[in-house]
């Protein structure tokens, strides 16, 4: 996972556990509305703007 | 005198709020934080023998400064120094909430882990290692379940000890080149520090170094805190190109690296699905659908207005029947006379005609208590977000705009929520058109009387114009004064659970008081000055033509004579509407009846159909009252946006209810 965006951004996600490296799953998908992604036991909603900043690579579980 | 002061931080959804609750009962007060508008909750209770004062501080995620809200916990942390700080943990979610433990420990504070919501843990059979978690961290580890108050007397008894234990600030080892820079910028403000910045010298060289700016600001009071930061500053570039990302990252990441190893070594999960989470989601999967998303936030929000009304009005009725029967008695006791009068139509119907929404109040706030503490109130923002964000507000930008239904003045001091300046001054500037309970009034009054058959919706249509005017001048202020900036939707969706009841009381109780207080300063103010303008000069007849209040009201008429109210007392009584908004059916009433009782007949005479609508689109739009306007310029900090929604919603109200009645004399 990697994150394209302003230090603030990078900064706010991280000390919510959403960093380079993390795994996340994607539980909905409401493009162009806000996608919501669980990290663990948590769940966020993110939305569209901040979320097409955030790239992914697929995990098999 | 409180004896020991301690502070309760924590993740939001973490179960701060009934921790806070169960520690300290009935014995709290609600204030601001010094210098912004941020709630501060404050409490006390006793134990052996000693006071110990409770503060809540925001729930937040970290130490950083990227909201106000971790700015005051840190500030508060740090300049307040308390003697024992409790972090609630929620244990079911330790990786995540042990971020703000890890920079707690980092900070040195004199830390107690609340290991909050126990029971799910044990319902997800996992094992967790208490005691192993308390050695390596150094700190006392409390599991407790507070909605069950259990461990809370473990708790209480730990604070207590905890007091004169002085823990020696946790560290961790960055690696060589941060730790190298590390060691420089801490011997630097080792040499220049004064006894005013309570905190460990390596936290402080840590902050700098991870770009933090309200630290910088403190650091450059220091002597030689210009050098000091400058230094920092050519040192986390250096790191940069030398880790080849930014340091600030490197550190959190570093922290999240440890707390896994933690976590590893003292809690043990049993492999299988979770339960509770995977009901949560397939409620949301439907609560957040994209196509029902929003029709469902609408059926929520209509359920909630159904039962304010349908509940709240015989109760309201009754209050009203009490107030007038106590009036009477007055009269009768004391004889007519100018005292009587006072006593009985300006005191004690001014204290009536406020009171009497007490009901409607009182749900209006259980019903928002419920949605916040299931957790719906989150995926409304979630669902709203899209919606928001066209509007180039932010998700979270309609929950105090839900909020504005009840009252406006909390609902702008929950704007503080927000992180960026620009939402938080949009959405101050519109919630005045989302129409406050204490409108409903004048709704209830006028739809009541002139359209008996569809009372529930008229007034749900004034609630949606409002919702419309509100939209429609966010997206003309984002043109006019941001340029359409958006900004970005983070938010945590915490899993349903059931409200506890506890909590939902305390919430009512207190933005009830709020409201009551206002009631019984400005509005029985406002219902006093009213009966004395109607009463002066002395000798004149109440509330007639000849008083001040009625030479006022025929200045102004004229101007209303287009929206189809052009007498003085409806002037009159807009004119105390900016008292506060109920105080216009309290002076209707004493102008076209004498009382309050009686109105509703009185009032066919003086308007038809469609200026009773008009007259409620005015009532709706024309301008915030007295108070809202305060906390508008207390949150915005400027006289220049708070003149801006008191201009702006005076022209919108004007204009739309001189629209609505033109258009509607063309029709009929």
Redesign the interface.
Known sequence: MDIRGGRGMAGRLAVMGIFPGSRLRMIQNGRPGPVMVALDEKRFGIGYGMAHRIFVRPVLE | MAEITICLGGNPNAGKTTVFNKLTGAHQKVGNWPGVTVEKKEGEYAYLGKTIRVVDLPGT??L?S?SLDERIASDFLVKEHPDVTVVIVDA??L??NF?LVIELLELGANLVIDLNMMDVVRHKKWQLDVEKLSKTLGVPVIPTVAKKAEGLEALRQTIMSARDHQPEPFKINYGLEVEEALGELTDLIKRSKDSSLYAPNRWLALKLLE?NTQIKEWVRTLPKGEQIVSKSEDLATALNDHLGR?V??FV??KR?GFISGLVKKCCRKPLGV?ER?SI??KI??LV?N?WLGIPIFLVFMWFTFKLVFDLGNPLADYIDGGFSWLGGQTTALLGKSWFSSLLSEGIIGGVGSVLVFLPNILILFLMIGILEDCGYM?RA??VM??FM?RLGL??KSSIPMILGFGCNIPAIMACRTL?FPKDRILTTLINPFMSCSARLPIYILFAGTFFPRQTGAVIFSLYLMGIVVAIMTALLFNKLFFKGE?S????????YRLPTVKNIVMHMWHRASVFIKNAGTIILAGVIIIWLLASMPVGVEYASEQSWIGQIGKLFAPLFVPAGFGFWQAAVALMFGIVAKEVVVGTLGTLLAGSEKGLSEVLPQFFNGLAALSFMVMSLLYIPCIATIGVIRSETNSWKWTGLAVGWSLLVGWLSAVVLYQLGQLFA
């Not at chain 2, 970005?488 to 899993?495: K, N, T, Y």
């Open positions: 995620y970290s950083t990227y079911s979610n990786e995540s971020y770009n930014d600030e990252a959190i990441e999240f979770e989470i949560s989601d949301d999967q957040l994209r989150s923002a979630f977000d899209r964000q932010h998700g992180e958006s970005p939707l983070i938010m945590e969706l915490p899993p």
